[in-house]
């Protein structure tokens, strides 16, 4: 523990706005280790709901940090943490367990990487907090929503068939791919949105309660489609969202490399001047007559 949360060296009053978003985060760290106990049993209903709960105390413990500003280095690192452990570690452990496992040693690695691009994205994120472009946009999806991905379809067989694991061939190769993509992503440099400069009153706060209620609703009427619609519409808005950033970036640098290449142009014609300008003087100076020679 990092010296500024020793006992003693904060109020308590600081202290207990630090414990409550941590609580929080153990919280979610909790829900993700109870998905991978019932993953191990083949519970994959309950695993995936342990996913759907970890990802909501997520989303809360970092804005109640704020709120009660309880924010510290400390509890960016734990988030990470727990994260590391609800997002990374857990999803990989169900979905070996729930198709990847076919593959043998095949379904281990891809599992492996998964989780290994979920660490690299979680270590990316702390270095990137604080500068004003991670306000926006993510770099790579975030692992909540890469979760999403790879959670929602295994919600989705157990609710609406046959349940179990997943015994369709093609489906697995699917799947497979599925989780090798999410992974990719994770790591990726394409930007998905933060929404936190997003005005959702923008158009009035009856739409947007309105909107709120609909969706809210869509979850507890249906659970599992909502978390698989949910997770792939923000795939999707990501994926057009990059495109367009990728095509916007492309001409930047199309005319980054005309700019340097007339520097480079201008320097060529700046360094024949400067040898042609020689060259004339040598030959000014070559061509005057030699002064008389005195003897001694």
């Known amino acids: 523990m ?27 760290m909790l829900a993700g280790f109870w998905a991978i106990l019932q993953a191990i049993q083949f519970n994959f209903w309950y695993a995936c709901w342990g996913l759907f709960v970890a990802a909501i ?32 570690f857990a999803p990989a452990i169900i979905a070996y367990f729930w198709s990847l496992q076919v593959f043998g040693r095949l379904g281990m690695a891809v599992a492996f990487l ?50 179990g694991m997943l ?21 990726s440099p394409v930007r998905f949105r933060t929404f936190k400069d997003v005005r959702f009153t923008k158009y009035g706060l009856r739409l947007a309660l309105l909107s709120a209620a609909a969706i809210l609703a869509f979850f507890l009427a249906e659970t599992p489609a909502a978390a698989f619609v949910s997770s792939y519409a923000y795939l999707m ?22 700019a340097r290449r007339q520097r480079r142009i201008r320097r060529k014609l700046a360094r024949r001047q400067a040898r042609e300008e020689k060259a004339q003087l040598r030959a000014v100076n070559g061509s005057k007559p030699a002064g008389p020679r005195t003897g001694t």
């Open 114 to 163: 998964y989780m290994t691009c979920a660490a690299i994205r979680l270590a990316r994120f702390n270095t990137l907090i604080g500068e004003e472009s991670s306000r926006k946009y993510f770099t790579g999806i975030p692992s909540p929503p890469a979760t999403g991905l790879v959670g929602s379809p295994i919600m989705v067989h157990q609710a609406y068939f046959n349940g």
């Open 2 to 28: 990092s010296e500024s949360l020793a006992k003693g060296s904060i109020p308590p009053r600081r202290r207990s706005a630090i414990f409550l978003p941590n609580a929080i985060t153990t919280g979610a």
């Open 57 to 88: 105390l997520d989303g809360l413990d970092g804005r109640i940090a704020r709120l009660v500003k309880g924010t510290s280095a400390f509890g960016e690192q734990y988030d990470s943490m727990a994260d590391l452990i609800s997002f990374g």
């Open 237 to 258: 808005v990501g994926i057009i969202e990059g495109g367009i950033f990728y095509n916007q970036n492309k001409e930047k640098r199309a005319a980054r490399r005309e």
């Open 167 to 187: 015994d369709n061939s093609v489906l697995q190769w699917v799947y497979l791919g599925v989780v090798i993509g999410t992974g990719l992503l994770m790591v």
